[in-house]
């Protein structure tokens, strides 16, 4: 669910015009702080659990901060890619932690994260 949603955020959660304007003006951009508000609101939404809240902080921020990083390497080649890797690498993990975490964690109303990655997959 959460690559669902990184994919949604990512790609149809932002036209070209704001991806130009993050590129070009980094943490100066206002659309660069809504984009990871956006990122942090569809992570926790897509997460179906309320106790995801903080893992969706995580994402959101670093989404932030890889968005930046992006910005300054912005005339690198290979920057997309590294940036994609970068934000699949960071929700991989935090969902893994997550998922390691869950039966401390507060109960959901819905079934666990675990659960919905594996069955989506």
């Not at 130009?20 to 659309?31: A, E, M, T």
């Not at 921020?61 to 930046?68: A, K, P, R, W, Y």
């Not at 940036?83 to 079934?111: A, C, G, K, R």
Request: glycine residues 2%; charged residues 10%.
């Amino acid at each position: 669910m959460q690559l669902m949603a990184h994919f949604v955020t990512d790609f149809y959660g932002q036209n070209e015009q704001i991806c130009l304007q993050k590129l070009r003006d980094g943490f100066r951009s206002k659309f660069m702080y809504f984009h990871a508000l956006f990122t942090f609101l569809i992570a926790w939404l897509f997460s179906l659990s309320i106790s995801f809240v903080w893992c969706a902080l995580i994402i959101g921020f670093s989404h932030l901060v890889i968005d930046n990083l992006k910005s300054i390497f912005k005339n690198w080649k290979y920057v997309f890619f590294v940036d994609q890797l970068f934000h699949l690498t960071v929700i991989i993990t935090v969902v893994l932690l997550y998922s390691h975490l869950d039966s401390i964690l507060e109960q959901t109303w819905m079934p666990s994260t675990k659960v919905l990655i594996w069955n989506a997959c």
